[in-house]
Structure formats: C-alpha cells, structure tokens
C-alpha cells in the first residue's frame, strides 16, 4: 500500500523559511515522479512543483519560482520543498502526491496523496 | 498556461441523481485530463485519468468522456457518499492545473 507522511510545517513571519518532507513507503520510490500541491484555507487545489523520476528534471508553478526549491533523497524515500522567502499568501496545506509513471506531464501526475502538513505564514 | 473552467461551482442533487460536471481547457489537452474527488478534511482522490479511464478501485457509476478542450464527468446514480468536490486536472503540460473546482451538496 502506498502511503505518503508530510511533515515539516509550523507557523512561521513572512520573508522566513520552512522545509517539508514527505517519507513514502509501498512503492519503488526512485522510479516516480513526485510533486507537492497545497490547498490554501477554503479554497481550491494548485499545483506547486515537481520532480520526474527519470533525469529529476525539476518543475515549478510561477508564484513559487525563485523561491522554493523541490528534491528527493532516493535512499531516504524522500521529497522535500526547501521553501524560502516566504509569503503570506503560501499559507496553505502542502499535500505530497505520488505520479503514476516516471514523468509528471502525460502520466496521471497524482495517483496517491498524503494528508498534507500546515504552513501558515503570518506575522 | 492551459487553464481549466469547470461548470457548475456548484451543483444540488439527490441520492440516486444522474449528474454531469464539464471542464473546459482553454487550449488541447489531448486526452490529459484526470478527474479528482476531494471530502473535507481529506486529500484529493483520483477518479478517472486520461480523460476517460476509471481507476482502480473507484466505482463504475463514475464515467468521463472528452478530448481536446472539453471534458465530462458524470456520477450515474448517486450515492451519498458520492457528495464531495470534483477537481479537473490537465497533465499535458507543465504548468500542471486544475480547475476551479465543482462542489456537489445534497438537495
């Protein structure tokens, strides 16, 4: 059984950091393409970043470009976002999701969720 | 960017209601197109992905249909634990989106 545990979030002022993890289990971790998406309170899903599970290119959505940084410890069976210079507006629930191939594009991108960890940015 | 209009944001229905979400890319997505179910307090779920292939384990009432830039999500006799909000996503290219997002509530 695939399973996903965030963790890593906490309150912190604007302009600090914070850095997530996500440990997974049940699956050939190396192989995946792993991505995060954050749910901001009351609001809908958006993508933040990825990383395929082939040469881990790496991919990032426009508000976070510059600022956060997505990679993974194969022999941790592990994904981060180094996540600086935050936001008030990075307020959100940051969910870890498995890809269903070695690609993020093409292949359903998120097959399996965790339960997501809080960051909340707020002075 | 593609972005992805989903229609209703809303929508009312009764147990055993046949209902129908759209998702319209705003270029082709081919057949890129996966379908999310997300209850509160819970992590999204996928339903259907490349457009119109069910996953596994998720029930036969949940059909899709589309290619290109228009895209159909449709519940065939709900059930009440089929209340929930639906999220389109394209996976054609980075930027990944999704749409806006379409919550189902009982009538």
């Known amino acids: 059984e695939v399973q996903l545990l965030e963790s890593g979030g906490g309150l912190v002022q604007p302009g600090g950091s914070l850095r997530l993890s996500c440990v997974a289990s049940g699956f050939s971790f190396r192989i995946y393409a792993m991505s995060w998406v954050r749910q901001a309170p009351g609001k809908g899903l958006e993508w933040v970043s990825s990383i395929n599970g082939d040469d881990y290119s790496t991919f990032y959505a426009d508000s976070v470009r510059g600022r956060f940084t997505i990679s993974r410890d194969n022999s941790k069976k592990t994904l981060y976002l180094q996540m600086n210079s935050l936001r008030i507006e990075d307020t959100a629930l940051y969910y870890c999701?498995?890809?269903?191939?070695?690609?993020?594009?093409?292949?359903?991108?998120?097959?399996?969720w965790g339960q997501g960890t809080l960051a909340a940015v707020s002075s | 960017d593609i972005q992805l209009t989903q229609s209703p944001s809303s929508l009312y229905a009764s147990v055993r209601d046949t209902v129908t979400i759209t998702c319209r890319a705003s270029?082709?997505?081919?057949?890129?197109l996966n379908w999310y179910q997300q209850k509160p307090g819970k992590a999204p779920k996928l339903l259907i992905y490349?457009?119109?292939h069910l996953q596994s384990g998720v029930p036969s009432r949940f059909s899709a249909s589309g290619s290109g830039t228009d895209f159909t999500l449709t519940i065939t006799s709900l059930e009440p634990e089929d209340f929930a909000t639906y999220y389109c996503q394209q996976s054609y290219q980075t930027p990944l989106t999704f749409g806006g997002g379409t919550r189902l509530q009982i009538k």
């Open positions: 999701a498995k890809s269903a191939g070695r690609v993020v594009t093409t292949t359903p991108p998120f097959d399996s």
């Open positions: 490349g457009a119109t």
């Open positions: 270029q082709n997505s081919v057949s890129y």
